[in-house]
């Protein structure tokens, strides 16, 4: 059995934790709990009390907060300065916390016009595998002292360190934003608006496939400049579409964040559009959306999931199980390579945050 | 001869290995001049399978080697170690893949920065990072420093727009990093690979992004008569919500040395001159452009001019992009900075870069990435009176740690190479360096990959020897 979870409160709480214990598997807010469902002789690291902004200046773009900050409560206090955070994280009404955002590496639809997290992480603060507490990066926008370890930590699943404070870039958010939803017959003729519209310079906050033929087009700027565009988006696609306005368009996209798809194991695939056509002859019911223009897939999977790592070994794509039974959540091609093995043992040597024990593993 | 030397002959053909002294004086510096050293040999590969036989090469003989694009680095990153080999990728400059609808471009790390959006230009895509280099800077060279340009703040640095590489670690073995996708689902070896300075292996093979290129631009040009005024104008404009594409500033010095070079019609007398660039679609622009102009009225701006053409908004640009070189003009010698600081810290940045340079007697010119407080104060000296670099050096040295007092760095795209490296501890603690240092003795036990660089440690004397041949020549500007 596993000991009960460690809840500290400081970084050097943290430290002194991964100082005494021999394993250990980070966790923020559990929105992910694929991710963060320890392993045999893993102790959970509960980071939800190392919380709280902790500088916020909006005339930088800028915030400094601790790790196991609520994405709620980011998002809540920007919004009062009328911004927001670019990479549009999921999950926030789930307790997902900025932490987690990085360490599993998760954007949203709006990633679409300015980037993901990795576009948007300027500083780090972390707790390496024998207790040191490291910093990289800073907290201005630009800066090229070092090696980015900020970016290092995207997608690091708390197996290079624990994070303890993260420094954000961030953005005025749009003052008026307008959805369209475009039903096409086929995926062909779907895909084929979806790549003229990336390539064009119209400029989209989201760029949707609802499989089998929908596109869901998210525009924001000003208010006064909205309905022409919107005409203009229109014109270009020589289609009306349906358009969402108001508390609606707010409420569809706000209920998307949630990443309810369906029954069974929410994952994450990454790829590009060229890849859609022959995966979803593969995926059949399972409900799915791609976004960004075709470089991320939210799916959830209600059967075996080697029969989906399957299928993404196939088609030489990655996945990443956020929700779901699983103790591997990786799936899809292994993405292990030599600079990734021997970069993550000099950051944690003795393998106290690694799936398997080091021995196991070789 | 040496018998490493007969066996990298066998290696590499004549014209491709280079051990003779007057070969190798071209690569004896990089951009920032004052640094010179004279590498053993100098080797030309063509191919990936090259690149790794000259790297293996080093490894078994323990001879550091530094990887070299252009030689425009402004930090001496690509300054050549002293008996060790250099890895010149000129030659590696093919464009091997464009793929429009994709909005891809595959490219060698020799290919050059500004021949990507020319490649791309006829499908109305572009490659966004533009460091003012961008005529003669390598992509390999953009990716192993991260560089920036006029439009980060909107659109990031390289990092943010290189999708995947082909790298040759420092054992000489190859992996590739990152994919076609904007996502992931592990750790962002990429992400740390940019940036990296040289440390961590030598890119063969970059993928590109290309974005389209903006339906509209709108470009504003304010003068004003205080620099204080200018930097308050760029706080204005964050806090109503706008986010232009470029916000550059140049001080009276710059002015004065820009429109002396090119005629941009700047207002002469103006103290500061303010550029903001708005971009996007037609009726966003338009409506943004409204915004702006209450905005840049309330600044106190005693002229402002909107351009009207596409050749009003290059002339505008022309000025603002020549202003280094002219500076250039106005002394015989000078050193580009790169600190950022806060935005809100600006005013406050420059009031104290004034003092200083009263305090050391030698002219500061300032031309900067106001956007992102970005500054580059261009210290003018005259390297053939006794001191006067030393001064110069002494005055960057201070203006550097003003940056990181003030909660900045101590470069925003200019990287550490050798010139700042002694600086990494005013921004660093020891456990922060460690974590780095422990990082590329994984990869390069025998620290041979840029050997000297990044790290604090001895910094060789800087000494005199004039603008870079690029410079002297025309070809290039800093910026
Ligand atoms: C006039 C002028 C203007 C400039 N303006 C800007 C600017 O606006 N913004 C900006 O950011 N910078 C600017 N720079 C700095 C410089 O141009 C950039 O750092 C540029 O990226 C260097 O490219 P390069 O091809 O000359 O690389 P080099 O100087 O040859 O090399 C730079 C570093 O990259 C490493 N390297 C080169 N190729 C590879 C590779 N394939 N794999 C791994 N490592 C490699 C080298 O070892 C070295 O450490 C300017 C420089 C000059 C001289």
């Known amino acids: 059995m596993s000991a009960p979870p460690l809840q500290p409160t400081s970084a050097a709480e943290v430290q002194e934790a991964v100082r005494t214990h021999r394993r250990l598997l980070p966790r923020g807010g559990g929105s992910k709990p694929a991710l963060s469902w320890p392993h045999e002789g893993q102790t959970v690291l509960d980071l939800s009390g190392l919380s709280g902004v902790l500088e916020y200046d909006p005339g930088e773009y800028v915030f400094v907060a601790r790790a196991g900050t609520r994405l709620a409560e980011v998002e809540a206090l920007l919004a009062q300065h009328g911004q927001y955070l670019p990479f549009d994280p999921p999950l926030v009404a789930q307790g997902a916390t900025l932490g987690g955002t990085v360490a599993a590496g998760l954007s949203g639809p709006m990633r679409q016009r300015y980037g993901g997290v990795r576009d948007f992480i300027l500083g780090v603060q972390f707790v390496d595998g024998e207790g040191q507490l490291v910093r990289g990066g800073g907290k201005v926008v630009k800066n090229a002292a070092g090696f980015d370890l900020p970016k290092l930590m995207v997608g690091s699943l708390g197996r290079l360190g624990i994070l303890t404070e993260v420094a954000f870039k961030v953005f005025p958010a749009p003052k008026a934003t307008a959805t369209l939803l475009l039903d096409f017959p086929g995926l062909e003729g779907a895909l084929e608006a979806l790549y003229r519209l990336a390539g064009s310079p119209i400029e989209l906050y989201a760029l949707d496939l609802q499989p089998p033929g929908t596109l869901v087009l998210r525009l924001g700027g000003l208010p006064e400049a909205l309905p022409a565009r919107l005409e203009g988006l229109q014109a270009f696609l020589g289609r009306g579409g349906e358009p969402l306005s108001g508390e609606a368009e707010t409420a569809y996209w706000r209920s998307l964040n949630e990443l309810n798809l369906g029954e069974g194991a929410l994952v994450k695939v990454a790829l590009t559009a060229r890849r859609i056509p022959a995966l979803e002859q593969a995926l059949g019911q399972a409900p799915r959306r791609y976004l960004s223009a075709g470089n991320l897939l939210y799916l959830a999977w209600n059967a075996e999931l080697k029969a989906l790592d399957t299928i993404l070994q196939a088609q030489g794509l990655s996945g990443l199980v956020l929700k779901g039974a699983t103790h591997r959540p990786q799936i899809g091609i292994d993405l292990g390579q030599v600079m990734g093995h021997k970069v993550t043992k000099a950051l944690d040597p003795q393998g106290k945050f690694a799936q398997e024990p080091y021995a196991a593993q070789d | ?479």
């Not at chain 2, 006029?150 to 994919?179: F, I, Q, W």
């Not at chain 2, 004065?256 to 903001?276: M, S, T, W």
Request: negative net charge; contains cysteine; glycine residues 10%.
């Open chain 2, 1 to 479: 001869m040496n018998p490493a030397l007969t066996e990298l002959e066998r290696l590499f053909p004549p014209g491709r290995l280079l051990h003779k002294p007057g070969e190798l004086v071209p690569y004896e510096s990089d951009a920032l001049t004052a640094f010179r050293a004279r590498p053993l040999a100098v080797v030309l590969p063509e191919s990936h399978a090259e690149v790794q036989a000259a790297v293996r090469w080093c490894a078994k003989h323990q001879i550091p080697y530094v990887a070299r694009g252009s030689g425009t680095s402004l930090s001496g990153g690509s300054l050549p170690i002293d008996g060790g080999l250099l890895i010149g990728l000129n030659r590696m400059n093919r464009l091997l893949r464009l793929d429009p609808v994709e909005r891809i471009a595959v490219v060698q790390p020799g290919f050059i920065n500004l021949q990507v959006s020319n490649a791309a230009a006829p499908y109305g895509l572009y490659y966004a990072p533009d460091p003012s280099s961008q005529p003669v800077s390598t992509i390999g060279g953009n990716l192993a420093f991260n560089s920036g340009g006029a439009h980060c703040l909107k659109y990031g640095m390289t990092s943010n727009h290189v999708l995947a590489a082909k790298v040759v670690l420092p054992d000489g073995e190859t992996v590739e990093l990152g994919s076609e996708s904007l996502e992931n689902t592990g750790p962002d070896w990429l992400g740390l690979f940019a940036g990296s300075e040289g440390l961590l292996g030598i890119a063969t093979e970059i993928t590109l992004r290309l974005l389209p290129k903006p339906e509209t631009y709108h470009t504003v040009l304010a003068a004003y008569d205080s620099l204080a005024k200018a930097g308050e104008a760029v706080a204005a404009v964050v806090a109503s919500g706008l986010l232009p594409g470029a916000m550059e500033i140049m001080d009276s010095l710059a002015i004065e040395a820009a429109e002396a070079a090119v005629k941009a019609g700047y207002p002469l007398e103006a103290r500061a001159l303010l550029i903001v660039e708005l971009e996007g679609e037609t009726p966003q622009v338009e409506a943004e452009a409204r915004y702006l102009e209450e905005v840049i009225q309330k600044s106190g701006a005693y002229e402002v001019r909107v351009a009207r053409s596409n050749e009003e908004r290059l002339k505008i640009w022309k000025g603002r992009k020549a202003a280094f070189s002219a500076v250039g003009r106005l002394s015989p010698d000078y050193i580009v900075q790169d600190g950022v600081v806060p935005r809100s810290r600006l005013g406050q940045a420059l009031q104290a870069i004034e003092e200083l340079s009263a305090r050391y007697s030698l002219r500061v010119a300032n031309v900067f990435h106001a956007g992102d407080g970005n500054l580059h104060p261009l210290i003018l000296y005259n390297g053939r009176l006794e001191g006067e670099l030393h001064r110069a050096e002494e005055l960057a040295g201070e203006i550097l740690k003003l940056c990181v007092a003030l909660g900045g760095s101590i470069t925003g795209e200019h990287g550490v190479g050798m010139e700042k490296k002694a600086y990494m501890t005013e921004m660093f603690r020891e456990a922060d360096l460690a974590a780095m240092q422990r990082i590329r003795l994984a990869l390069d036990p025998q620290e041979l990959a840029n050997r000297g660089k990044m790290f604090p440690g001895e910094t060789p004397a800087q000494s005199f020897h004039g603008a870079h041949p690029l410079e002297k020549a025309g070809v290039i500007s800093r910026e």
